[in-house]
Every structure is written in C-alpha cells, then in structure tokens.
C-alpha cells in the first residue's frame, strides 16, 4: 500500500510539473487567457489525468510555477518521456502560443530553450510549429 501511495504521489507531481510548464507557456507573453486554460485541461486530460483533479492539479501548477526561477524544475522528468509522448506536449505548447494568433519572441525563445531541454531536433520543432501556424 505504501508503494502504492508513492507511485500515486510522484505521478501527480509528474503531472503537476507538465501542467506547470504549460502554465509559464501561456502566461509568458503575459496574456493568461481561458482558452489557454481550456488547452491545458485538454492536455491534461490526453495524458491521463483524472478529470475530478484538474482544477486541483491547476491550481498547485500556478503555485510552483510563479515560485519557480527556471523551467528545468519543469522540464527534469519530460525529457524522459517517449518521443510520442514529448512530441504530444510540444503541440500543447504551441497551441498555447499559437491561440492568440501570434508568437512573440518571449514565446519563441522559450520553445528554442525547450526543444534543447526536451531533446527535440530542430527538425521536428519546426514541423509542429508550422501545423499549428497554419491554423490560425
């Protein structure tokens, strides 16, 4: 049962991290808007959390996110991740960018700064970035 509770408790802090970074995606550019938290919740559910925590695993987010100096507490366990399963954020990332229609140059650096981070060629970054340019 312990082991149980712990595997339960990183998951979550997992989750909390991811749902973290979406966070400071979206409010880099300083417009924090509910369609970028509609994004998120979409996410969020894609990687499996429970929709009865979202709005729990949200809050806790914004905590850790506003008290945070640096991305890499957010981004230490995605690296890890699957190819898939990066690839899956990055397009939630860029949604968020791209959901006003426009990506700054704040915005624009920190995808440069997290593809390095994530281990996302250039390649591929551009790839996603594109579909969802075309979108708009």
């Known amino acids: 049962m312990f082991f149980k509770n712990e595997e339960n408790k990183k998951e979550n802090n997992f989750l909390i991290n991811i749902c973290a970074l979406l ?3 979206a409010k880099i550019d300083e417009k924090y ?3 970028e938290e509609e994004i998120i919740k979409k996410t969020l559910i894609e990687l499996g959390i429970n929709k009865d925590n979202i709005a729990t695993t949200i809050k806790d987010a914004k905590i850790i996110e506003e ?3 640096q991305i890499l ?3 230490k ?3 890890n991740l699957s190819e898939q399963d990066k690839i899956k954020i990055v397009e939630a990332l860029w949604s968020i960018i791209y959901s006003d229609k426009d990506a700054d140059l704040y915005e624009t650096n920190l995808m440069r700064r997290l593809a390095g981070l994530l281990y ?3 390649k591929t970054m551009g790839d996603i970035k594109d579909k969802f340019k075309k979108k708009i």
């Open 120 to 122: 996302i060629d250039n």
């Open 73 to 75: 507490d957010f981004t």
């Open 67 to 69: 008290n945070s100096i």
């Open 33 to 35: 808007t509910n369609k």
């Open 23 to 25: 966070i400071h995606a």
């Open 77 to 79: 366990e995605v690296k």
